[in-house]
């Protein structure tokens, strides 16, 4: 894509349609979660997710922070002269490696002190329960959503904004169908939210991987 002889309208409305269909889809299966867990626990449920709010904002804050940064010095440096010196992915590099680390750290601050946690967020006694079993399965993928907004981040940046939003999306659809799936036909529950949110994570991480699969020989 040539930004200053190309048509940049198509261009803009490319990565518009990505960006804003990401956020989008985000923001459905985050409601459908409410609204399924709501129904199926009443009032508390929906509060106790209200308490795990703040945690997917920091963990996505962490991803973002790895991902947005790194991914516009990548992409300055792919389209000029000082990349003969500066090799972009090595900025890829970088940007995995912090995000290793946050992972693990947000990893275990979750697994070891996930009731610590909660009680800071504003978990009442009757809520603390609730809470602990929807993060439950997600314990086991944590670092998949911090991975996902940094590479979508990257992804975009790397011209395949069309895969970062798939991706998202295929993750978001298959959440909003297991929620149903697993919290009423399972009947499990908030548990059974946690399960599709930590399984439509995953789906969105293998799919961005493709990207990197296409580049090998």
């Known amino acids: 894509m040539d930004f200053l002889k190309g048509n940049l309208r198509p261009i803009y409305f490319k990565y518009l349609a990505a960006a804003f269909g990401s956020s989008l ?17 009443g009032p508390e449920g929906t509060a106790a997710l209200s308490v795990v709010a703040p945690i997917w904002n920091i963990i996505y804050s962490l991803g973002l922070l790895m991902g947005i940064g790194g991914s516009v010095i990548f992409s300055i440096l792919k389209g000029s002269r000082e ?41 009442a006694k009757n809520l603390l329960p609730l809470t602990q079993e929807y993060i439950r399965p997600i314990k086991y993928v944590i670092p998949s959503f911090l991975f996902n907004q940094m590479l979508a981040a990257y992804l975009r940046n790397d011209g395949n904004p069309a895969l970062a939003t798939a991706a998202v999306l295929s993750g978001g659809i298959f959440n909003i169908f297991g929620d149903y799936f697993f919290v009423f036909t399972c009947d499990m529950g908030i548990y059974g939210a946690g399960l599709a949110t930590a399984i439509g994570s995953v789906i969105s991480f293998i799919a961005m991987l493709s990207h990197f699969s296409s580049m090998w020989p």
């Open 83 to 123: 990349s003969e010196n500066r090799q972009p992915n090595e900025y890829f590099t970088c940007s995995v490696i912090g995000s290793i680390f946050l992972a693990i750290l947000a990893w275990l601050v979750i697994i070891f002190f996930d009731r610590e946690l909660m009680t800071f967020f504003g978990a």
């Open 25 to 41: 889809i985000t923001s459905i299966y985050s409601v459908v979660d409410m609204a399924m867990v709501g129904q199926y626990q």
